[in-house]
């Protein structure tokens, strides 16, 4: 098997968050996504336990999706006292903005095969796959940990079960033609200790 290597190192260093402010509101293709999924599925995963689970909302599920989070936010909120108003008003509206948003999740393997960090681990290559897939579609993506992701209170609608976790939400949009600069990396040396 041969590689065009230089295409695959400049695909990772093009690879970028794309947010939904600089999307244009075209429709992805849905076959595009799917590619994203197949290749989400061929992440490593320890013992073969494949924890990564996907719920795709584009059209009309994009509005269920806004409807459930926000009011899952009010009635989380409204009960431990930290309701803001704003952020209510950013999840009903926010979904809207993107083609397609993925919720991750990651399933506990029944039988525990391995520690939770590595399926967690799996779930997030998974992730990256998503995201260079779409880079090399010429597509927008960027991942979302914050809204109701860490609420228990989430996961049911979302297929999970109590010791499954919610992961995120990958929003999917056609990127405008001009994007805000890439964000960039201090040099790998640094964060490198040979051994020799
Ligand atoms: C685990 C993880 C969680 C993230 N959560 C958020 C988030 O909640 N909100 C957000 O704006 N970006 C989030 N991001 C995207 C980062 O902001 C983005 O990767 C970072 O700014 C670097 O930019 P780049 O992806 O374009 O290289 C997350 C990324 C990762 C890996």
């Not at 399933?107 to 998974?126: H, Y």
């Not at 927008?140 to 609420?151: A, M, P, R």
């Not at 079960?161 to 929003?171: M, R």
Request: aromatic share 10%; net charge neutral; hydrophobic share 35%.
């Amino acid at each position: 098997m041969s590689f065009n290597v230089t295409e695959i190192n400049r695909l990772i260093g093009v690879r970028r968050s794309v947010f939904p402010k600089d999307y244009s509101g075209e429709r992805v293709p849905d076959s595009v996504v799917r590619q994203m999924l197949e290749n989400a599925n061929r992440a490593p995963t320890h013992k073969l336990t494949e924890p990564w689970r996907f719920v795709v909302f584009t059209g009309a599920g994009l509005q269920k999706l806004a409807e459930f989070q926000a009011a899952c936010y009010r009635e989380v909120t409204q009960r431990d006292g930290t309701f803001r108003e704003d952020r209510y008003q950013s999840l009903q509206t926010k979904p809207l903005e993107s083609s397609h948003i993925i919720a991750i999740g990651m399933k506990l393997d029944e039988k525990k095969s391995v520690p939770e960090w590595e399926e967690l681990g799996a779930v997030f290559c998974a992730i990256e796959n998503m995201y260079l897939t779409a880079t090399a579609y010429g597509i927008g993506c960027y991942l979302s940990t914050g809204g109701i992701t860490q609420f228990a209170e989430a996961k049911s609608f979302f297929g999970l079960g109590d010791e499954d976790k919610l992961c995120g939400f990958l929003h999917i949009g056609m990127p405008k033609p001009e994007l805000p600069p890439a964000s960039k990396r201090k040099p790998v040396e640094e964060k490198i200790r040979w051994v020799e």
